[in-house]
Protein backbone atom coordinates (compact mmCIF):
# COMPACT_ATOMS: atom_id res chain seq x y z
CA UNK A 1 0.00 0.00 0.00
CA UNK A 2 0.85 3.72 -0.55
CA UNK A 3 3.33 4.96 2.74
CA UNK A 4 4.72 8.06 3.75
CA UNK A 5 7.29 7.73 6.30
CA UNK A 6 8.88 11.20 7.65
CA UNK A 7 11.94 11.06 9.59
CA UNK A 8 11.44 11.82 13.67
CA UNK A 9 11.59 14.67 16.00
CA UNK A 10 13.80 17.32 16.17
CA UNK A 11 14.70 20.15 18.64
CA UNK A 12 16.25 22.90 16.99
CA UNK A 13 17.86 26.60 19.02
CA UNK A 14 16.31 29.64 17.43
CA UNK A 15 18.27 30.35 14.22
CA UNK A 16 18.97 27.03 13.21
CA UNK A 17 17.93 24.66 10.47
CA UNK A 18 16.09 21.75 10.20
CA UNK A 19 15.72 19.03 7.85
CA UNK A 20 12.47 16.94 7.65
CA UNK A 21 12.63 13.59 5.20
CA UNK A 22 9.77 11.85 3.75
CA UNK A 23 10.38 8.37 2.39
CA UNK A 24 7.53 6.64 0.11
CA UNK A 25 7.03 3.30 -0.98
CA UNK A 26 3.90 1.83 -2.82
CA UNK A 27 3.34 3.92 -6.06
CA UNK A 28 5.60 5.42 -8.35
CA UNK A 29 7.61 8.00 -6.68
CA UNK A 30 7.49 10.64 -10.14
CA UNK A 31 3.96 10.08 -11.09
CA UNK A 32 2.92 12.21 -8.12
CA UNK A 33 3.88 15.83 -6.73
CA UNK A 34 4.21 16.17 -2.87
CA UNK A 35 3.13 19.11 -0.60
CA UNK A 36 4.31 20.25 2.38
CA UNK A 37 1.79 21.11 4.96
CA UNK A 38 2.48 22.44 8.83
CA UNK A 39 0.23 22.67 12.33
CA UNK A 40 1.21 25.05 15.29
CA UNK A 41 -0.11 23.35 18.25
CA UNK A 42 -3.75 24.01 18.57
CA UNK A 43 -4.10 25.40 15.09
CA UNK A 44 -5.26 24.66 11.76
CA UNK A 45 -3.17 23.51 8.59
CA UNK A 46 -0.83 25.83 6.43
CA UNK A 47 0.26 24.65 3.24
CA UNK A 48 4.09 25.75 2.38
CA UNK A 49 4.56 24.28 -0.58
CA UNK A 50 4.50 21.89 -3.67
CA UNK A 51 7.79 19.70 -5.85
CA UNK A 52 7.46 17.46 -8.53
CA UNK A 53 9.65 14.71 -8.37
CA UNK A 54 10.63 14.47 -12.15
CA UNK A 55 12.16 17.67 -12.78
CA UNK A 56 12.19 19.02 -9.20
CA UNK A 57 9.76 22.01 -9.96
CA UNK A 58 8.99 23.67 -7.10
CA UNK A 59 6.47 26.40 -5.95
CA UNK A 60 6.43 27.86 -2.04
CA UNK A 61 3.56 29.72 -0.36
CA UNK A 62 5.20 33.39 -0.55
CA UNK A 63 4.90 33.39 3.60
CA UNK A 64 7.60 30.87 3.79
CA UNK A 65 9.88 31.86 0.07
CA UNK A 66 13.63 32.45 0.98
CA UNK A 67 13.67 30.16 4.04
CA UNK A 68 12.35 26.95 2.58
CA UNK A 69 13.86 24.64 0.55
CA UNK A 70 12.20 21.25 -1.06
CA UNK A 71 13.77 18.71 -2.48
CA UNK A 72 13.84 15.30 -3.46
CA UNK A 73 16.34 12.10 -4.27
CA UNK A 74 14.75 9.72 -6.95
CA UNK A 75 17.00 7.15 -6.15
CA UNK A 76 15.23 6.36 -3.00
CA UNK A 77 12.19 8.34 -3.08
CA UNK A 78 12.31 10.44 -0.33
CA UNK A 79 11.43 14.25 -0.72
CA UNK A 80 12.78 16.30 2.62
CA UNK A 81 12.17 19.83 3.38
CA UNK A 82 14.57 22.48 4.89
CA UNK A 83 13.41 25.42 7.05
CA UNK A 84 16.04 27.78 7.85
CA UNK A 85 16.07 30.85 10.20
CA UNK A 86 13.87 28.88 13.00
CA UNK A 87 12.03 31.57 15.60
CA UNK A 88 9.46 29.54 18.36
CA UNK A 89 6.71 30.38 15.97
CA UNK A 90 7.72 27.55 13.78
CA UNK A 91 7.17 25.01 16.80
CA UNK A 92 4.82 22.61 14.49
CA UNK A 93 3.78 19.48 13.23
CA UNK A 94 5.03 18.90 9.88
CA UNK A 95 3.72 16.46 6.85
CA UNK A 96 4.19 15.26 3.62
CA UNK A 97 0.72 14.43 1.83
CA UNK A 98 1.13 13.37 -2.04
CA UNK A 99 -1.15 15.36 -4.62
CA UNK A 100 -3.86 12.49 -5.69
CA UNK A 101 -4.52 14.30 -8.97
CA UNK A 102 -7.44 12.24 -10.99
CA UNK A 103 -9.75 13.24 -13.99
CA UNK A 104 -8.70 17.07 -13.22
CA UNK A 105 -9.61 16.94 -9.40
CA UNK A 106 -6.80 17.13 -6.69
CA UNK A 107 -6.55 16.31 -3.53
CA UNK A 108 -4.08 14.96 -0.51
CA UNK A 109 -4.17 11.53 -0.22
CA UNK A 110 -2.12 9.80 1.74
CA UNK A 111 -0.62 12.11 4.28
CA UNK A 112 2.73 11.26 6.03
CA UNK A 113 2.75 10.43 9.90
CA UNK A 114 3.80 14.03 10.49
CA UNK A 115 6.98 15.38 12.58
CA UNK A 116 7.22 17.36 15.41
CA UNK A 117 9.42 19.94 15.15
CA UNK A 118 10.41 22.14 18.25
CA UNK A 119 12.25 25.51 18.61
CA UNK A 120 13.60 25.99 22.17
CA UNK A 121 16.66 28.20 23.17
CA UNK B 1 -4.85 34.65 -2.28
CA UNK B 2 -8.11 32.96 -1.46
CA UNK B 3 -9.02 32.90 1.97
CA UNK B 4 -11.88 30.08 3.49
CA UNK B 5 -13.59 30.40 6.35
CA UNK B 6 -15.39 27.69 7.80
CA UNK B 7 -18.21 27.86 10.09
CA UNK B 8 -19.37 27.41 13.08
CA UNK B 9 -15.93 27.27 14.77
CA UNK B 10 -17.32 24.45 16.98
CA UNK B 11 -20.27 22.38 16.76
CA UNK B 12 -21.70 20.62 19.98
CA UNK B 13 -24.07 17.59 18.86
CA UNK B 14 -25.16 13.97 19.95
CA UNK B 15 -24.75 11.04 18.09
CA UNK B 16 -27.13 10.25 15.58
CA UNK B 17 -27.53 13.88 14.79
CA UNK B 18 -27.08 15.65 11.43
CA UNK B 19 -24.12 17.70 11.08
CA UNK B 20 -23.87 20.72 8.35
CA UNK B 21 -20.28 22.48 8.36
CA UNK B 22 -20.00 25.48 6.00
CA UNK B 23 -16.94 26.96 3.98
CA UNK B 24 -17.12 30.40 2.51
CA UNK B 25 -14.21 31.28 -0.37
CA UNK B 26 -13.35 35.25 -0.43
CA UNK B 27 -13.74 34.65 -4.29
CA UNK B 28 -14.68 31.96 -6.40
CA UNK B 29 -13.56 28.46 -6.19
CA UNK B 30 -13.29 25.61 -8.99
CA UNK B 31 -15.62 23.02 -7.34
CA UNK B 32 -12.95 20.55 -8.85
CA UNK B 33 -10.59 21.74 -6.26
CA UNK B 34 -12.70 22.01 -3.08
CA UNK B 35 -11.65 18.87 -0.65
CA UNK B 36 -12.54 18.55 2.74
CA UNK B 37 -10.34 16.42 5.43
CA UNK B 38 -10.55 15.08 8.65
CA UNK B 39 -8.37 14.74 11.61
CA UNK B 40 -8.60 13.22 14.90
CA UNK B 41 -6.39 14.10 17.95
CA UNK B 42 -2.45 12.89 17.29
CA UNK B 43 -3.44 11.79 13.48
CA UNK B 44 -2.45 13.48 10.23
CA UNK B 45 -5.67 14.44 8.04
CA UNK B 46 -7.44 12.25 6.07
CA UNK B 47 -8.98 12.82 3.31
CA UNK B 48 -13.27 12.63 2.82
CA UNK B 49 -14.16 14.68 0.13
CA UNK B 50 -12.84 16.04 -3.31
CA UNK B 51 -14.34 18.03 -6.19
CA UNK B 52 -16.31 19.55 -3.61
CA UNK B 53 -19.04 16.08 -3.68
CA UNK B 54 -17.07 12.90 -4.15
CA UNK B 55 -16.73 10.78 -1.58
CA UNK B 56 -12.83 9.36 -1.44
CA UNK B 57 -12.12 5.62 -1.00
CA UNK B 58 -14.05 3.80 1.50
CA UNK B 59 -15.77 6.68 3.31
CA UNK B 60 -18.72 6.13 4.75
CA UNK B 61 -21.76 7.64 2.61
CA UNK B 62 -23.07 9.35 5.53
CA UNK B 63 -20.90 12.05 4.80
CA UNK B 64 -21.66 14.27 1.46
CA UNK B 65 -20.17 17.67 0.38
CA UNK B 66 -22.24 19.64 -1.95
CA UNK B 67 -22.05 23.31 -2.83
CA UNK B 68 -20.36 25.64 -5.67
CA UNK B 69 -18.58 29.09 -6.16
CA UNK B 70 -17.98 30.67 -2.71
CA UNK B 71 -20.17 28.28 -0.66
CA UNK B 72 -19.47 24.93 0.73
CA UNK B 73 -21.31 22.01 2.81
CA UNK B 74 -20.00 18.92 4.41
CA UNK B 75 -23.17 16.85 6.04
CA UNK B 76 -22.56 14.44 8.11
CA UNK B 77 -26.10 13.03 8.10
CA UNK B 78 -25.97 10.92 11.46
CA UNK B 79 -23.13 10.96 13.95
CA UNK B 80 -21.28 8.13 14.89
CA UNK B 81 -19.17 8.38 17.84
CA UNK B 82 -15.80 8.36 15.58
CA UNK B 83 -17.19 11.40 13.75
CA UNK B 84 -16.44 13.55 16.42
CA UNK B 85 -13.05 15.44 15.05
CA UNK B 86 -11.70 18.59 13.29
CA UNK B 87 -12.95 18.82 9.69
CA UNK B 88 -11.13 20.98 7.04
CA UNK B 89 -12.26 22.44 3.63
CA UNK B 90 -8.86 23.59 1.22
CA UNK B 91 -8.82 24.74 -2.00
CA UNK B 92 -6.62 24.12 -4.90
CA UNK B 93 -7.62 27.46 -6.95
CA UNK B 94 -5.56 30.58 -7.24
CA UNK B 95 -2.55 29.24 -4.34
CA UNK B 96 -3.95 26.77 -2.18
CA UNK B 97 -5.57 27.27 1.16
CA UNK B 98 -7.04 25.40 4.38
CA UNK B 99 -10.14 27.04 6.02
CA UNK B 100 -9.48 27.45 10.20
CA UNK B 101 -11.63 24.19 10.43
CA UNK B 102 -14.74 23.17 12.62
CA UNK B 103 -14.57 20.87 15.87
CA UNK B 104 -17.45 18.52 16.23
CA UNK B 105 -17.62 17.95 19.54
CA UNK B 106 -20.25 15.59 21.77
CA UNK B 107 -22.81 17.32 23.40
Known amino acids: QVQLVQSGAEVKKPGASVKVSCKTSGYTFISYNMHWVRQAPGQGLEWMGI????????TYAQRFQGRVTMTRDTSTSTVYMELSSLTSEDTAVYYCARDKKEWDYNWFDPWGQGTLVTVSS | EIVLTQSPGTLSLSPGERATLSCRASQSVSSRYLAWYQQKPGQAPRVLIY???NRATGIPDRFSGSGSGTDFTLTISRLEPEDFAVYYC????????FGGGTKVEIK
Open chain 2, 90 to 97: QQFGSSLT
Open chain 1, 51 to 58: INPVGGII
Open chain 2, 51 to 53: GAS
